[in-house]
């Protein structure tokens, strides 16, 4: 089983819609969870960290539920800019950090 | 200010052949990570180095994969004989603390 398990989509989002998608860990001494950016053919860049009390940046919701083991993400109002994969990210508490497959989101126009 | 650069971006390798990528972190960070990402898949973790001290090296796949940061800052991955399943992009990210910041990747391929 894989450490960090998402739903690689594609999610086909209406521009100006709401679109949420959830990932899965496995490993409960998980101690810090992120969001990253990846386009198309580029690195993955940082978009948010999670904590436990939830946190928003701007359109950008982020929820981390630790008794089951799960982290949201909720875009809102999306742009077309926001098309990316969307890799949810677990740090293992040994600084290693473990990858999902990415949710892959598409808005359209 | 200046990222995580890594070179080169692309390199196109003979089975059999050895090569290096060289990664250099953002000035202070202590922290160094390599990932390999195949494609349609998360990055995955080869090693670690804090400062100089490869600290953890457990994901490299063989014994052919080799890192090393001499004076903690540069790093330079060496995959000896390379063999198609090497190909992949091959990235760096440097920290400071917690967050990790990667580089632009080498794409290797190796024919």
């Known amino acids: 089983r894989k450490e960090v398990e998402q739903d690689p989509g594609p999610f086909n989002v209406p521009e100006g819609a709401t679109v949420a998608f959830n990932c899965t860990y496995s490993?409960?001494?998980?101690?810090?969870f992120f969001w990253y950016r990846q386009d198309c053919r580029k690195e993955p860049k940082l978009l948010m960290s999670v904590y436990s009390s939830g946190n928003e940046d701007g359109r950008f919701t982020a929820q981390l539920n630790r008794a089951s083991q799960y982290i949201s993400l909720l875009i809102r109002d999306s742009k077309l800019s926001d098309s990316a994969t969307y890799l949810c990210?677990?740090?293992?508490?040994?600084?290693?950090?473990?990858f999902g497959k990415g949710n892959q989101v598409v808005v359209i126009p | 200010g200046a990222g995580v650069s890594q070179s080169p971006r692309y390199k196109v390798a003979k089975r059999g052949q050895d090569v290096a990528l060289r990664c250099d972190p953002i000035s202070g960070h202590v922290s160094l990570f390599w990932y390999q990402q195949a494609l349609g898949q998360g990055p995955e973790f080869l090693t670690y180095f804090q400062n100089e001290a490869q600290l953890d090296k457990s994901g490299l796949p063989s014994d052919r994969f080799f890192a090393e940061r001499p004076e903690g800052s540069v790093s330079t991955l060496k995959i000896q004989r390379t063999q198609q399943e090497d190909s992949a992009v091959y990235l760096c990210?440097?920290?400071?603390?917690?967050?990790?910041?990667f580089g632009p990747g080498t794409r290797l391929t190796v024919t």
């Open positions: 990210v677990v740090n293992d508490g040994n600084n290693r950090l473990a």
């Open positions: 990210a440097s920290s400071p603390l917690v967050e990790q910041y």
């Open positions: 490993n409960s001494a998980s101690q810090s």
